[in-house]
């Protein structure tokens, strides 16, 4: 199993950068893909990006493409999120996740394992 905590939320004015950062622990890094989620008051949690378990691969939401990018270091066990031109729709909770299949689902049922979650907040 693998424990994860997201760091690196906060406010931020738009059109800025924000860097999340995800460290794991317990079992093996290397063998997770890992995701990045988000949930805004009152929506769905949703998709913004994943990366395979030894980083060739990334798949992103259509929302963040060209502006969010995803990134891992298995040797720090960490994954990151580089946020850039953020929006005030990108204010969210955002999470970290973890799947054993290596396969970049944008489904959040897919990942049984979870971080506590970080607040992103975007003013205009």
């Known amino acids: 199993q693998v424990q994860l905590v997201e760091s690196g939320g906060g406010l931020a004015q738009a059109g800025g950068s924000l860097r999340l950062s995800c460290a794991a622990s317990?079992?093996?890094?290397?063998?997770?893909?890992m995701g990045w989620f988000r949930q805004a008051p009152g929506k769905e949690r949703e998709f913004a990006g994943a990366?395979?378990?030894?980083?060739?691969?990334?798949a992103y939401a259509d929302s963040v493409k060209g502006r969010f990018t995803i990134s891992r270091d298995n040797a720090k066990n960490m994954v990151y999120l580089q946020m850039n031109s953020l929006e005030p729709e990108d204010t969210a909770v955002y999470y970290c996740?973890?799947?054993?299949?290596?396969?970049?689902?944008?489904?959040?049922?897919?990942?049984?394992?979870w971080g506590q979650g970080t607040q992103v907040t975007v003013s205009s």
């Open positions: 317990g079992r093996t890094f290397s063998t997770y893909a």
């Open positions: 990366i395979s378990k030894n980083g060739d691969r990334r």
């Open positions: 996740a973890a799947r054993v299949l290596d396969v970049l689902s944008q489904t959040p049922g897919h990942y049984p394992y």
